[in-house]
């Protein structure tokens, strides 16, 4: 997929808007929408204080992009839906937003609300605010997708991982992160588990009754026994690993994220792919 050919330049290319352009994915973000010939950035959000209206590009090393920042949200909504209103049909302007979970329900719904198809990063959705949002883009005739890992390979660990889950009892997974990630654990790690638990069975049937001296450390528990355990520490990025276990064996699959760059083919595949979709998807798998 990295080596894909680029797509040839359109006509009308995509628009996009890009939420927390000044973080460490909104930034590359930023760097692949501008280095993609099928897509165009219109706007750039980000809340950093003293950074409104300074152009994005300069602010990132990119060059002068005429991009200004601007924390107006729904302004910049507003702004891509004007600018793709001569496009026709399937020309709908795309946000990519990676912000922080406690903006992100709200963003997403207001995304659909102004006919801009979200493509969400952030994760800390609960699955009842997934549910609210599948049943307003569906209301609302608009397709959108909540991807909580854009890595291809993090796609592959997850169906080995399912795979895996039939011939082992008993399993857990531990995701470790940077330390300035928000919320615990990873929506990576938890769509891990449900596509595990997609078996209907129970893990890690009891054989002693523990006893924690140190209340959580034995993880958080799911309701089928799975246990997911969640490490931040500065230095690193974005790293999964699911253990399973067996009379005589273990079997371990680990997925490590090096550098954010690695997320930007899926990224850039989802932002393609968005404005063809029906309703809101959840995981990168359902696009590949």
Sequence with gaps: MTNAPAPSPSSNPIAVVVAGALGRMGAEVVQAVIGAPDCRLVAAIDTTAGKEGADVGLELGLGELEVAITGDFEG???????????????????????????????HTRAAIAYGVHPVIGTTGLSPQQLQDLA???EKASMGGAVI?????????????????????????????????????????CIKTAELMEEL?????????????????????????????HSIRLPGLVAHQEVMFGAPGESYTLRHDTIDRSAYMPGVLLTVRKVRQLQGLVYGLERLL
């Design 76 to 106: 910049a909504l507003c702004q891509a839906s004007q600018a793709v209103r001569n496009d026709g049909p399937g020309g709908g302007a795309v946000l990519v937003d990676f912000t922080h979970p406690s903006v992100v329900y709200e």
């Design 135 to 137: 049943a307003f883009a």
């Design 148 to 188: 909580p890992n854009f890595s291809v390979g993090m796609v592959l660990l997850q169906q080995a991982a399912a795979a895996a889950a039939r011939f082992y009892d008993f399993a857990e997974l531990t995701e470790l992160h940077h330390n300035r990630k928000a919320d615990a654990p990873s929506g990576t």
């Design 200 to 228: 209907g069975k129970a893990f890690n049937p009891q054989q002693v009754e523990e006893h924690e001296t140190l209340a959580g450390v034995r993880g958080g528990q799911r309701e089928s026994g799975l246990r997911l």
